[in-house]
């Protein structure tokens, strides 16, 4: 059973800190929107769907106190509470849409008591949970049908469990597969800088008892050399209409040597990931993080002070790389203009 | 003026822990062929030209108290000293080509003294550092006429004054095309998992004053996609006939990646570093080490304990990545069975 990465529990937020994981398992209890902001700006919840939900409650927890005895006062901290969570991380696009998501939410209630609008907004984060399990074992079913037997599957960044409010993206398509009987091996990046393939992915393989070698980023392209792999499977941050696809940093690297040894390259992401409003990947902002991940990440100072380092969180993967964009509703295959629209309809 | 890498100094061996770099210089004093050869075993002593002189010397250290009295008893030393170091590292060519040479060398003179014989000895480990340093010098300036003005260079691993007994192999073109006053930007892939581009490449940037960023290994693809980089330059532990060549792990993916972004990929190497007793480079004996390099590799447990994990230390790129190699005696082209012959003619 996989671990709930990000609840609502005796009226606050309870999220497990995934910047000590694998060496600790520690539970965080959040009881303020600062608190929220905090723990997603330094990762300690992260993966898309996850920071949308974590974005969700975020907003429950800024307005729960409020004052407000109207609604234009309301809609004031509303406002300030959600314009706060959406500094946080730039590049997901889940934070964004599921702070829309509630400021929708509670205008269409507006009408009513401010406290009767205060336990509409709970109900619907409570429900983007509930929302994000059921897409979760959706994209999983359909994620695993692209896995046969034996198989050896490559994997970036983590897309388990731990990415989600439970059950995950891509990895849980290989986890569904394994529970049907596939034998697989999973390929896992340690991702660069911040080790979320080392720290987390192998530790949720390790709890599911899923084989998997790690590797270092740059080893990708020997296992794929190898023929140890067989399938690359990833998540995504923001998908725009034509299927340009931003992730973890290392993804692009990732698709560009599935091409040259013939291996299929997929995202798995909810249609919540996919922001219709941006034509193509160029205009997604990318996140660029300090220097201190590199030089300093690990308890030990691994390059020099006052060395320039560039450390962008993330990379847009060209559409023409990627072979297909599993969401829970099917796989859309190019042309993604197309596709992708009419997984909308 | 480039740090001493190695040198013979008072009767032993001196060099620099690189293990230590950036944050310590610290020079070591090694007496025994066994502190040699930990020195190179654990990576306080590596590229593959300094790899090659620490052989040399250590074969110096290994004899210079033999008791014998005649050639025979004498070459059962020397060959016991020359086994136990060439099994320190496998894949690194020069090693073995150092050994060699060495024994060879003491043959040639078997019928003088034993004292004799170990004179010519350091003699020769001496005349080793010299020719280093003229062939380091002649593959900057060949090196140095691919570099154009303005131009982004990515590097990988360490090629500079600490892969050698003092100037460098590919480090040092981008260093010479500097003080030629071209204006260059060094990108150093930091170099999972030892981090040799972190430690010691972003360091011997600073010490000569070469613009130069830090990056993750897997970002070589987004800085070729934003064409901040013209042009790869790396090195090699070994060359086969027909131009395949062994480096550090994650040389393979920068030529993949410099491919699909048609940027030229080229590899600085002495001749030491070519073995035309290997047709091709799938014969290349691939060191594998330790999982704790890559799952407490920086101070900190950043893995599952028990996760399985692959840590090859180099790959092989296949001839046809490679757009020329750069030797003391210029630059071969493909095809390389017939160029890198040419060379020792």
Known sequence: MPTETIAWTDGHVRLIDQTLLPTETRFLD??????????????????????????????????????????????????????????????????????????????????QSVEAIKRRLLDEALEMIEEDNRVCLAMGEHGA?????????????????????????????????HRQGKRVHVY??????????????????????????????????????????????????RIAANGDAANKIGTYMVAVLAKEHG????????????????PSGDRIPIEERGKEEIIQGFGRQTGPSDIEVYNPAFDVTPNH???????????????????????FE
């Not at 902001?37 to 920071?51: S, T, Y």
């Not at 609604?71 to 829309?100: H, I, Q």
């Open 145 to 177: 049908s692209l896995i046969e037997d034996g198989q050896g599957i490559l994997t970036h960044c983590n897309t388990g469990g731990l990415a989600t409010a439970k059950y995950g993206t891509a990895l849980n398509a290989v986890f569904t597969a």
């Open 188 to 237: 896992a990046d340690e991702t660069r800088p911040l080790l979320q393939g080392a720290r987390l992915t192998a530790w949720e393989c390790l709890q599911e008892g899923v084989p998997c070698t790690l590797i270092c980023d740059s080893m990708a392209a020997v296992v794929m050399r190898e023929r140890k792999v067989d399938l690359a499977l990833v998540g995504s941050d």
């Open 30 to 111: 959040l009881t303020t929107v600062e608190e929220i902001w905090e723990a997603i700006k330094m990762l300690r919840v992260r993966g898309a769907p996850a920071i949308g939900v974590a974005a969700a409650l975020g907003v429950v927890t800024g307005v729960k106190d409020s004052p407000a005895q109207r609604w234009e006062d309301f809609e004031r901290d509303l406002s300030k509470t959600s314009d706060y969570l959406a500094s946080s991380r730039p590049t997901a696009v889940n934070l964004f849409w599921a702070l829309d998501r509630m400021r929708r939410v509670a205008e269409s209630v507006r009408d």
């Open 263 to 278: 291996i299929p390259f997929y995202i798995v992401a909810p249609l919540s990931t996919v922001d219709m409003s941006l």
């Open 321 to 343: 790389l990627i072979s297909g964009i599993v969401t829970e509703r099917g796989i859309a295959r190019p042309p993604y203009t197309e596709s992708l629209r009419a997984m």
